[in-house]
Each structure stands twice: as structure tokens, then as C-alpha cells.
Nanobody, 129 residues
Framework: QVQLVESGGGLVQAGGSLRLSCAPS????????MGWFRQAIGKEREFVAA????????IYADSMKGRFTISRENAENTVYLQMSSLKPEDTAVYYC??????????????????????WGQGTQVTVSS
């Protein structure tokens, strides 16, 4: 089991930007496909973005396309979520998730919660209008 620690959340005005980071404890970070999810108060957790363990392939929820960018630096054991043009409806707790994928294609990515084995505690993002 890998421990995931998110950081970078906070309060930002609408139209602003934030960059979230997720630093897994696992040294073999590059063997994990990674994803970001979010959960707003009173709503179910939803998919935000995912990246393959190679870092070459990504996928986004439709409402985040063009505004959010997921990336990873395997040498730094970190996955990022750059969020721009933030809207009040982006307010949520953002979770980092990891899926051990050593025996899967390095270019596979996953958008379902059930695909992931390990989750962080979440970081709060609040966008004011």
C-alpha cells in the first residue's frame, strides 16, 4: 500500500489558478498510474484527471478540459494538477489516487474510482466568486 500526501489546496478567487501536488511514499512511483478526483459537499466523488505511468497519456473529465493539466515528474516522485480559470463550482476536496500498474501497459490510464487501490486524505480547494 502506498501513502499519498496531497498539498497545494487553498482559497482562490474565481478565475485564479492553483497547483496541487501529490507525493507518494512509494519509491517505485513510476510503476503507478495516477489520478485526481474531487468531492464537493453533498455530492459524490467525481473523476477529474488521470495520467499513465509513462506520463505520456492523460485523460480529463469534460468540464476540466482546457482548464486543468495533470502531469508527473517520476524523478521527483510527484504528480501535479495545475488548475486554471477556476470557478466556484470547482470548490471541493481534491484527492490523489494511485493504481499499481507494473504489469499493465505503461500507457494505460484509469478514470474510475474502482480502478484505484490507494487514496490520499484530500486537500481542500475553495473558489470564491
Amino acid at each position: 500500500q502506498v501513502q499519498l500526501v496531497e498539498s497545494g489546496g487553498g482559497l482562490v478567487q474565481a478565475g485564479g489558478s492553483l497547483r496541487l501536488s501529490c507525493a507518494p511514499s512509494e519509491r517505485t512511483f513510476k510503476s503507478y498510474a495516477m489520478g485526481w478526483f474531487r468531492q464537493a459537499i453533498g455530492k459524490e466523488r467525481e473523476f477529474v484527471a488521470a495520467i499513465s505511468r509513462s506520463g505520456e497519456f492523460t485523460i480529463y473529465a469534460d468540464s476540466m478540459k482546457g482548464r486543468f493539466t495533470i502531469s508527473r515528474e517520476n524523478a521527483e516522485n510527484t504528480v501535479y494538477l495545475q488548475m486554471s480559470s477556476l470557478k466556484p463550482e470547482d470548490t471541493a476536496v481534491y484527492y490523489c489516487a494511485a493504481r499499481a500498474s507494473l504489469y499493465s501497459s505503461p500507457n494505460s490510464y484509469y478514470s474510475s474510482e474502482s480502478d484505484y487501490n490507494d487514496w490520499g486524505q484530500g486537500t481542500q480547494v475553495t473558489v470564491s466568486s
